[in-house]
């Protein structure tokens, strides 16, 4: 019997193959093929118990007191044949198939996530990309990675690369962070609609989260106007200060065009022209006090001129 | 009260060990010792963004990738990095397979924001996660995550807020409890989650936070090539020193098709609905997603999607459609070639919004070509567009990247990058009008290590023409010579520089040396 490396090739739909896929998923793993056992494999491929010794995929064969059935022939099917007659071709190897059928040959112990977490546009899953893509049995990293390092992930995405040069950026190249600290593939159906601000930020920067009593509609992904913390900020790098899309005042003007002056150009236009918008605004992400998101502490700061009766307000009723 | 924490959680690791491991059984393993002084030398301002804000000068000692096997299994692994610095990162675990896995980790992090030391924040990190796996097909879970963070920090970097400082103090906790349940055909999860912040500045932001989520998929017995999926999202942040609240419920179901000859059909439904107690607001977001693709083997693939996005607060309601293209072609392993094409046009349908009408595009072409022998070269064009015609505003930018591995096996590899990123913007007023660009070059060469010495050397030089003029320069170098077989020497030297000639004054300079030793270590 000839087993084809390439299970992609098998027709999904006709009776008999279905029969043999319900088979597949539903028979105890190490009954598939119990005509090979590791001993055989590993007398050609001796290197290969080691490479999963410390792993999940660990073999059964060399377990003193195994829990799980995990053979060689769990994963590779075709044993008997490449057994008389090795060769690359009549063995499976999962490493070597595309997104769905990968998926059925790693589903028989695991969930794929991109099922289980996954809505909407999925790159990865758009591109056929397998689960050997990013993960590896044999001499796995972290997570059975192939590498979860930023590095790996910008080899596809690299246009990114460059925005974490940038003067403000998420410690990518220090090594403190990496992509999946924020693009969990995992979480996904930790969707932003369900917060206030984004969930991801959250974990990290919560000091910035509410509820508020007075929101910052456009730092609020559920709001109707709003699209959450990226509104304002480029996650991956800046060169304005914190990240921020645009500096200092124009980020503000960006979308209130038609409040702000470019200055602070008032009765106080000579003490406090040029000032940026955060030195007064200073709870742009909410406010328990103010609707206009001042700082509660101005009036001990600026001596209390900006509070005086007829001028401005922490509630912003009153106010020029 | 901290090191009380971390001795907890290594006394909870070594019970789990010690409670699943039994004498009797043999072992192995091993790991290394690596230990060394870093030293910096460094000068300017504007230290919060530099690559070198979380580095420490001292003595450093480290276990890198510590394991010991037990014949039965149990597995013990360990990464234990700069135990002895400020910037610690600790990683520790016990496993078994299909029995149980826990494990810890334990980091600290700083970002000075001058360079007497003393305006900084600094942020812990403990957390851990445990497993167990009282059946083939069902898998329980639980852990904690504590994270502390205190320290002064400037809201601005800029010339003109530096007497602008805000102090933290805070500690965000969260704890998780849930399980799992799977059988050939598919899975069930269930989770509960709890978050509590604590403001030691202010007392009136404590606040907590409850969710539950519950997710499923499953192919359809005696038809596998369907898979079902769906979930539930329950969750409500709660403000200690009030009444205020924001809720939210979300669930969401999906369909995936794999039909014949490639074919795939794939359609999702998210709906949200998110109460604010504070003015009484109620939120629902609808999406709709559908996408149909063809692939054919590993040699090409297409993927035509649409989504549509209902936002909705009974005031204020936009709707959005978004459509996307991609397809990919793979030429014998050699050539691979990707295109995409996403766009989204939203419409404000009733009401008014503070952004208004809005219309985004962007596209990503890739070519990659591998040759096996002489290593690859990609090339990438990266676009994006987004106008808003109430706003009267539009940026605009594309980036270009280049990047190539040169591995001829006699010589080593060289490693080449360069990427270009423009674009502009505008808006209704002249005066905030502007272009912007960035410059990124990057070389690395790793030469074939010649007798018992491994060097590497690189650079990476950065130009960025937007709101400032800025460049950066990095150099690093790495020699390692091995010695009696199981030991390495290691000298590493960093180099770190940015000049702002815009903003006067504004400069930096680092000078990093590295010098350690490692020792291999085997066990059993």
Redesign the interface.
């Given at each position: 019997m000839e087993v084809s490396a390439w299970p992609t090739q098998r027709p999904l739909f006709p009776i008999w193959a279905l029969g043999a896929n319900i088979l597949l998923l539903t028979g105890s793993v190490l009954a598939q093929e119990a005509a090979v056992d590791d001993e055989t494999c590993l007398a050609c491929h001796d290197d290969y118990e080691l490479s999963v010794a410390d792993s999940p995929h660990r073999l059964s064969s060399q377990t003193s007191q195994p829990v799980v059935q995990i053979g060689c022939i769990s994963c590779h099917s075709g044993g008997e044949v490449h057994a008389e007659d090795p060769s690359e071709d009549n063995i499976s190897n999962p490493a070597r198939l595309i997104g769905q059928e990968t998926g059925r040959a790693c589903r028989k112990c695991h969930q794929p996530h991109r099922e289980l977490d996954n809505y909407g546009f999925d790159a990865h899953a758009d591109l056929e990309l397998s689960c050997s893509e990013c993960h590896r049995v044999h001499n796995y990293g972290r997570e059975m990675l192939l590498d979860d390092r930023a590095e790996f992930c910008l080899r596809c995405h690299q246009s990114v690369q460059a925005t974490f040069e940038r003067r403000s950026n998420h410690p990518i190249g220090q090594g403190i962070m990496t992509c999946l600290s924020c693009h969990r593939f995992t979480r996904r159906a930790d969707h932003n609609t369900a917060y206030g601000l984004s969930r991801v930020c959250q974990d990290c920067h919560p000091e910035q989260g509410g509820p508020f009593l007075h929101e910052h509609g456009a730092a609020l992904a559920y709001e109707v106007g709003g699209s959450g913390c990226i509104e304002c900020h480029n996650p991956h790098g800046s060169e304005n200060d914190r990240l921020l899309r645009l500096p200092g005042n124009e980020l503000c003007r960006s979308c209130h065009v038609e409040h702000v002056t470019r200055n602070h150009q008032n009765l106080w236009d000579e003490v406090w022209s040029r000032q940026p918008c955060q030195t007064c605004h200073i709870e742009t992400h909410g406010s328990f006090v103010s609707e206009l998101y001042l700082d509660p502490d101005l009036p001990a700061k600026l001596g209390g001129n900006c509070y005086d009766p007829g001028c401005h307000s922490l509630s912003g009723q009153g106010g020029k | 009260m901290k090191q009380f924490q971390i001795e907890k959680l290594t006394g909870l690791v070594l019970a789990c060990v010690l409670g699943a491991v039994t004498t009797g059984?043999a072992g192995d393993g091993g790991g290394r010792v690596k230990a060394g002084y870093i030293y910096i030398d460094e000068e300017g301002n504007?230290a919060v963004?530099q690559?070198t804000?979380?580095s420490y000068e001292g003595f450093g000692l480290s276990f890198e990738d510590w394991?010991y096997?037990w014949?039965?299994?149990v597995?013990l692994?360990a990464n234990l990095h700069n135990i002895t610095l400020n910037n610690r990162n600790l990683r520790a675990s016990a496993?078994?397979?299909?029995?149980f896995n826990i494990s810890l980790r334990n980091s600290q992090?700083r970002r000075s924001y001058d360079f007497d030391g003393g305006r900084f924040t600094r942020?812990w990190t403990t957390g851990g996660q445990l497993s167990i796996?009282p059946h083939?097909n069902a898998k329980l879970f639980g852990g904690f995550t504590k994270?502390d963070?205190h320290g002064v920090s400037s809201?601005?970097?800029?010339t003109?807020?530096d007497s602008?400082f805000?102090s933290?103090d805070?500690a965000?906790s969260s704890y998780n409890i849930g399980g799992q349940a799977?059988c050939?055909?598919?899975?069930a999860?269930i989770e509960y989650r709890r978050?509590d912040?604590d403001?030691q500045l202010s007392a009136?932001?404590d606040?907590k936070a409850n969710s539950i989520?519950v997710?499923?998929?499953t192919?359809v017995?005696?038809?596998?090539?369907i898979?079902l999926?769906g979930?539930y999202?329950h969750?409500v942040?709660e403000?200690d020193a009030?009444e205020?609240?924001?809720k939210?419920n979300?669930g969401?179901g999906?369909v995936?098709l794999?039909l014949?000859k490639g074919h795939?059909l794939?359609y999702?439904?998210?709906f949200?609905r998110?109460r604010?107690?504070?003015?009484d607001s109620e939120?629902d977001?609808v999406?709709n997603?559908i996408?149909v693709?063809k692939?054919i083997?590993?040699i090409a693939?297409v993927?035509i999607?649409y989504?549509n996005r209902i936002?909705?607060?009974l005031v204020?309601?936009?709707v959005s459609h978004g459509f996307?293209f991609?397809g990919?072609y793979n030429y014998q392993q050699r050539l691979f070639l990707?295109a995409?094409l996403?766009t989204r046009k939203k419409e404000v349908k009733t009401?008014t919004?503070?952004?208004g009408d809005e219309n985004v595009t962007r596209h990503?072409l890739?070519a990659r070509y591998r040759d096996d022998r002489w290593g690859d070269f990609?090339a990438?064009w990266?676009g994006r567009i987004r106008e808003n015609q109430d706003?009267r505003?539009k940026v605009d930018y594309n980036?270009?990247?280049l990047?190539g591995n040169l591995t001829p096996s006699e010589y080593g590899r060289l490693s080449l990058?360069y990427?270009y990123?423009v674009g502009k913007?505008e808006?209704?007023?002249d005066?905030?009008n502007y272009q912007?660009s960035?410059h990124?070059v990057a070389a690395t060469l790793y030469p074939k290590a010649y007798r018992d010495i491994t060097v590497h050397v690189g650079a990476?030089y950065?130009r960025?023409r937007?709101?400032?003029d800025?460049e950066?320069f990095s150099l690093n170098f790495a020699a390692v010579y091995r010695f009696l077989d199981d030991h390495e020497l290691e000298i590493k030297y960093q180099v770190f520089n940015?000049d702002d000639f815009i903003a006067g004054g504004s400069y930096y300079t680092a000078n990093i040396v590295e010098i350690s030793v490692t020792k291999a270590i085997s066990i059993g």
């Open positions: - | 059984f504007h963004n690559e804000y979380n394991k096997r014949d039965n299994g597995t692994k496993s078994k397979p299909g029995l992090y942020r796996q083939r994270a963070k809201l601005s970097t800029t003109v807020s602008v805000s933290t805070y965000h799977f050939p055909y598919g899975s999860r978050y912040f403001d009136n932001r606040r989520r997710d499923a998929s192919l017995p005696g038809a596998n090539w898979n999926s979930g999202y969750r942040n403000l009030s205020l609240e924001l939210t979300q969401w999906g995936k794999y014949p795939l794939d999702r439904i998210l949200a998110t604010h107690s504070g003015d939120t977001n999406i997603t996408v693709g692939s083997g590993r693939g993927r999607g989504e936002s909705d607060d204020d309601r936009t996307l991609r990919w990707k995409s996403a009401g919004t503070l952004l990503r890739t990609t990438q990266q706003l505003s980036a270009i990247s990047d990058r990427s990123y913007y808006n209704n007023s005066e905030i912007f960035d990124v990476t950065y960025s937007r709101d400032r800025a950066k940015f």
